[in-house]
């Protein structure tokens, strides 16, 4: 049971350059986030999808795209990255009772 | 503005010397509080989904309790793989989203 997979774990992006941040769940969940931790900041909400074809903004989206296509995967986009994005980036799916958590993503924008 | 607060910001316990952690919310409509368990490196590991005042969990040498305005996490008798940042999220009114506190970092020393 694999759960909450994020791919890749370590990435130093230039200036100016994009990517895609993978997020997998094998759990059927339709709720899904991602969140960006920074050191003293907590957990802050970019993006939520509700359900395949369904996504919002949340706290934090300037600079961030994402898709829903279908139930498993919600990729999260940097376009013209910089570095304020610099940052670990964690995928959740989530339950009615809990959220489950992938193991991050930590991105360097030089 | 819906907010969580959790203090202390770090705690420093003997092992075996019991204490609480708190997070206190100012939410409107409560829908769930949540508390997980990060150590370095990791996404959050789900511990625990308190849902209404005077509700309590027990997993281990961990308890949970939820009042109207806060929630401790009491943790009796810790060992030092206790160690880690324990965070609390809740979800509230008719939203999705989950609001995170910024996590106190607990050490337990041997």
């Known amino acids: 049971n694999a759960g909450v997979t994020q791919t890749p774990k370590f990435r130093i992006l230039k200036i100016g350059q994009s990517m895609t941040l993978q997020c997998t769940q094998d759990m059927n969940h339709n709720y899904m986030y991602w969140y960006r931790q920074d050191p003293g900041m907590g957990l802050k909400l970019i993006y939520y999808s509700v359900g395949a074809g369904i996504t919002d903004k949340g706290e934090v989206p300037n600079g961030y795209n994402v898709s829903r296509s279908t139930t498993e995967d919600f990729p999260l986009r940097l376009e013209l990255a910089a570095p304020s994005q610099t940052s670990v980036y964690f995928c959740?799916?989530?339950?009615?009772?809990?959220?489950?958590f992938g193991p991050g993503t930590r991105l360097t924008v030089t | 503005e819906d907010q969580v607060t959790q203090s202390p910001e770090a705690l420093r316990l003997q092992e075996g010397e019991s204490s609480s952690l708190n997070c206190s919310y100012t939410v409107s409509g409560l829908r769930g509080l949540f508390w997980y368990r990060q150590d370095p490196g990791k996404g959050p590991e789900f511990l625990f989904t308190?849902?209404?005042a005077g509700e309590e969990k027990e997993k281990e040498r961990l308890k949970a309790t939820l009042t109207k305005k806060e929630s401790f996490l009491h943790i009796t008798a810790p060992k030092p793989e206790d160690s880690a940042t324990y965070l609390c999220a809740v979800q509230a009114g008719t939203g999705n989203q989950f609001y995170f506190g910024t996590g106190t970092s607990l050490t337990v020393i041997p």
């Open positions: 308190l849902y209404s």
């Open positions: 959740a799916s989530s339950s009615s009772r809990a959220s489950y």
